[in-house]
């Protein structure tokens, strides 16, 4: 099926799911950003309410609730914000292989909550096609607790949600992915809040200096710092105020990843065994 095809598809599913009042799963990222906007669309023309229900966590990069509400304002949709701590609340404080599955479950378990509270009981996300290709053991989570993912449904990619966020003006249409902080540790480590949030504050500014993909991954005193490929050239003429900024924000020894950028680097002993 073509990209034409599979984006009529979706509008036609969507507005089968918008004879019902519908809950997005709102993250403020450019997926479920796609998601709530073409969702507030079917809703008027069926005359449903959407909600957007985004959780408030200690594991995602600062700043994603805001952009959330900014967006959620867009589209109009009504928004609601639930706190979780994700560490006591998943049992995930050892970050364990399964730690997205814990978490996912928990997450969507509350979330579940306050959709029936408002009278909902279809709950939609953003998880896309690709995401079905790579280690994401959260994706049975949202299986088992049988929420809604329609663009993963239709083989809707991440590159087709990017260009049909941008062709509807939304406004993170090029945001990069902000997956949870816990991906920066390997399995096992203990986790703290501490911790993530220094190394969230250092990529927000490796990012402020003009890295798009960023992720430092941290094994002990040692900090790999991965970028995008054709980016490694301006990081190394960086060299010297990063090295600078990052040792004033803690980190001991600085490293630069030669493979770059790769979503999920900490899962290519979980991908061997399995």
């Given amino acids: 099926m073509d990209t034409t095809s599979k984006i009529e598809a979706l509008k036609a599913y969507l507005r089968e799911l918008a004879e019902k009042d519908v809950a997005v799963a709102f993250s403020g990222g450019v997926d479920s950003s796609l998601l709530l906007y073409l969702c507030c669309e079917a809703a008027r023309q069926t005359g449903s309410k959407i909600y957007a229900i985004t959780l408030q ?5 600062h700043g994603d609730v805001e952009i959330a509400k900014q967006v959620a304002n867009e589209t109009g949709a009504e928004h609601w914000v639930l706190q979780i701590n994700e560490l006591d609340e998943a049992d995930i ?32 996300e953003g998880t896309n096609a690709d995401d079905l290709k790579v280690y994401r053991p959260g994706i049975q989570a949202l299986r088992e607790l049988s929420i809604i993912s329609p663009f993963a449904k239709l083989g809707i990619t991440k590159e087709e949600v990017r260009k049909l966020a ?4 939304i406004s993170v249409a090029s945001r990069p992915s902000t997956p949870c902080m816990a991906t920066r540790f390997p399995y096992g480590t203990e986790l703290n809040y501490e911790l993530m949030q ?3 504050k250092a990529e927000v500014w490796l990012r402020s200096q003009g890295f798009y993909n960023v992720r430092l991954r941290i094994h002990g005193d040692v900090t790999r710092i991965e970028v995008d490929e054709e980016q490694m050239d301006l990081l190394l003429s960086k060299r010297q105020s990063v090295i600078a900024e990052l040792k004033r924000m803690g980190f001991v020894y600085i490293t630069l990843d030669l493979e770059g950028f790769r979503s999920g680097s900490m899962d290519i002993h979980i991908l061997k065994e399995g």
């Fill in 57 to 61: 966590t200690h594991l995602h990069p």
């Fill in 93 to 124: 404080s050892m970050n364990p292989p399964d730690r997205c599955y814990r978490c996912k479950r928990c997450m969507f378990k509350k979330l579940l909550e306050r959709a029936r509270t408002l009278g909902v009981s279809l709950v939609v």
């Fill in 166 to 169: 941008a062709q509807y003006g």
């Fill in 198 to 200: 220094q190394v969230d």
